[in-house]
Structure formats: C-alpha cells, structure tokens
C-alpha cells in the first residue's frame, strides 16, 4: 500500500500559525526540540482533519485561524513553562 499521499490537514495551519506566533515570543528557546514540541502539542490539541492529495476539501468542521493560534500559543506556554532540556 502507498499512503504517503495521505496528510492531517491541520499540520499545514498549525505550522503557518507557528511561523506567526513564534518569532514574537519572548523567553522561548526555539531550539528545534521545542519548535517540535509546540508543534506536536498544538496538533494533539486539534480534532485530526486527514486528507489525500488532490481530494476536495469541507472546511466547515475546522477550527478557525484565531482558534488554532490560541492553541499554538497555548502550547509554547506549556513548553516555554516546561521545556524537555535543562
């Protein structure tokens, strides 16, 4: 089987939301374990919305942009709070 076509659509916004939010915050490391951890905790914190390349997309059911960098600030809280290195 090749499924490499297959994506979480919200991979997508939830890195555009980062690119917005995370140069403006102060105090976070931004080394690449947390950039890491900001994205993996965002994208646990939204419903998976999957899809195959080249499928029509409904949008209706998806968070909005304000809702998904709420989240995102949401998680560099948690690991600017937290971060998984001394």
């Not at 080394?31 to 949008?59: I, K, M, T, W």
């Given at each position: 089987?090749?499924?490499?076509?297959?994506?979480?659509?919200?991979?997508?916004?939830?890195?555009?939301?980062?690119?917005?939010?995370?140069?403006?915050?102060?105090?976070?490391?931004?080394?690449?374990?947390?950039?890491?951890?900001?994205?993996?905790?965002?994208?646990?914190?939204l419903p998976a919305h999957y899809v195959q390349s080249?499928?029509?997309?409904?949008?209706?059911?998806?968070?909005?942009?304000?809702?998904?960098?709420?989240?995102?600030?949401?998680?560099?809280?948690?690991?600017?709070?937290?971060?998984?290195?001394?």
């Amino acid at each position: 089987f090749l499924l490499d076509g297959i994506r979480n659509r919200q991979e997508v916004r939830v890195a555009d939301a980062m690119r917005a939010v995370l140069p403006g915050a102060e105090g976070f490391c931004g080394c690449r374990l947390c950039v890491e951890d900001v994205f993996a905790l965002a994208l646990n914190a939204l419903p998976a919305h999957y899809v195959q390349s080249g499928s029509f997309l409904v949008r209706a059911a998806d968070p909005g942009e304000d809702a998904v960098r709420q989240v995102v600030g949401e998680a560099l809280e948690r690991v600017r709070g937290r971060p998984n290195h001394p």
